[in-house]
């Protein structure tokens, strides 16, 4: 059976070289819109976002603030993407001088204020992330952004972790949602680090290989029912 050839001299394209060209630009084209949907996506709703739960901001700073000493806000330091540094907002859950202990929350941790263990069960604690993202530090969906003393240890497919942005959830907080009832209070980091992480990593490699738009907006949706769900 004959090749068909389309054009003349130097210009000659094989139809079979025709077709790739033309999936070559049909990805490309696909690439794009999956880029700059998620970049208006996480601009637009972490902007809306922090408008609409801004009176819910507000009663939780007031209750941080009269439930214990320090402020309102913790910035942690964690390795975004490409290994930047950056610091990740959440409501202080804890009392002053906590980070100076384990990185890990256990199960009963006394560090815990009593407003701190309720807005963490809740997951309250997550909403000034929306800052995160709104200065595109972090997007919505993404691999959870880790300590920098975890990620400079990535070697081989976890390294696949850091060519993301960070989100606010991916698979392994669905997986991993009630983590501190995991986590024993003897040695937390330890524990962390044996039993949990590497399952953790596995499913953020999951999501970079495997990531659509679509496919972001069904986590975030599983993450909602998820979150209501809890007792």
Known sequence: MGVEVFGSGKYKLTKSMKTTKSTNFSNFLHQIFQIYSKLIFDFTFSLVGLILVAPLLIVIGIAIKANSDGPILYKGLRTGRYGKPFYIYKFRSMVIG??????TTSRNDPRLTSIGRYIRKYKLDEFPQLLNVLKGEMSFVGPRPELP???????GKELLILTVKPGITDYSSL???NLNDLIC????????????LSAKNRLRIKYVETRTFAGDIKLIILTIFTVLRIK
């Open 149 to 155: 003393r975890y990620t400079e240890k990535y070697q």
């Open 175 to 177: 997986q991993f949602s």
């Open 185 to 196: 209070d003897s040695e937390p980091d330890k524990y962390f680090e044996n039993n949990i």
């Open 98 to 103: 906590a980070d100076k202990g384990a990185g």
